[in-house]
């Protein structure tokens, strides 16, 4: 996520002030820790938080740590409602790409998406937990942490065609961001849909990092097949 945070504070209607300098997102993977815009009492504000919702009980069987859930596909679950329903617990997450493995091929080469070549900043429509106390990774042991994780949907057919399960809901006009932080899930829950086809480009593929000041020296690596779809 290569955009700064007066866009992300102009976009999202953030009205608490934005203190600290955002650093250079070129990649954030599952576990990591990524901007999201909240409402707070005070207004909405720019938070550094740790992407994965806690996991429900029956997927931590036999394991002592919780990596988290960064996609939510299914929302029609009752373990999701609390969170979905609730306003104060809805965020926008900033990006200016996200990445895919290709598993139309099977080759897993990972694919950069975005709006247009210049990427500019768009929202995926996600949700979030404060201080949730859990292992994360067992060699951190137990930390407490804001998480987030976003809704995914059916992929459109630029994304369909390399990575064909699903892809993430993208919140592309000021009335779908504000509707999404404002109104109930009867009213927001047709946003969980794909994005028109046509509406997205390829603009990298074979690296782990993405940026606009990346492409002329764009070094390539070797493929990795990410858990949960590593994004931005």
């Known amino acids: ?15 608490k ?3 600290t300098n955002l650093p250079l997102f070129e990649y954030i993977g ?22 994965g919702m806690p996991s429900p009980e029956s997927a931590l069987k036999g394991k ?5 859930v960064t996609n939510i596909r299914y929302t029609t679950k009752p373990y999701w409602k609390p969170w979905l329903t609730d306003i104060s617990a809805r ?5 200016t790409s996200f990445s895919e493995p290709d598993q139309a091929s099977g080759s897993n080469v990972i694919h ?4 247009t070549a210049e990427r500019p900043l768009m929202f995926f429509a996600g949700i979030w937990a404060p201080a949730v106390t859990s292992v994360r990774l067992v060699r951190e042991g137990p930390t407490t942490n804001d998480l987030y994780g976003f809704l995914t949907t059916d992929a459109n057919a630029e994304v369909k065609a390399i990575h064909p399960k699903a892809m ?3 919140l592309r006009s000021e009335e779908e961001r504000e509707l999404w932080m404002t109104g109930t899930w009867e009213e927001v829950q047709h946003l969980q849909r ?14 782990r990092k993405d940026g606009a000041h990346l492409d002329e020296t764009a070094e390539s690596v070797a493929p990795v097949a990410p858990a949960q779809g590593d994004l931005f």
Do not use: H, K
């Open 17 to 19: 002030p934005v203190t």
């Open 112 to 115: 950069w998406f975005a709006e």
């Open 194 to 207: 794909p994005l028109p086809d046509g509406s997205l480009t390829v603009v990298a593929t074979g690296r």
């Open 30 to 51: 599952g576990n990591g820790f990524g901007p999201i815009v909240r409402n707070t009492l005070e207004g909405r504000e720019l938070a550094m938080c740790r992407w």
């Open 64 to 68: 002592n740590y919780d990596s988290g």
């Open 1 to 15: 996520m290569t955009s700064n945070q007066q866009a992300i504070a102009a976009l999202a209607r953030i009205l």
């Open 168 to 170: 993430p809901v993208i």
């Open 91 to 95: 965020c926008l997450v900033p990006f």
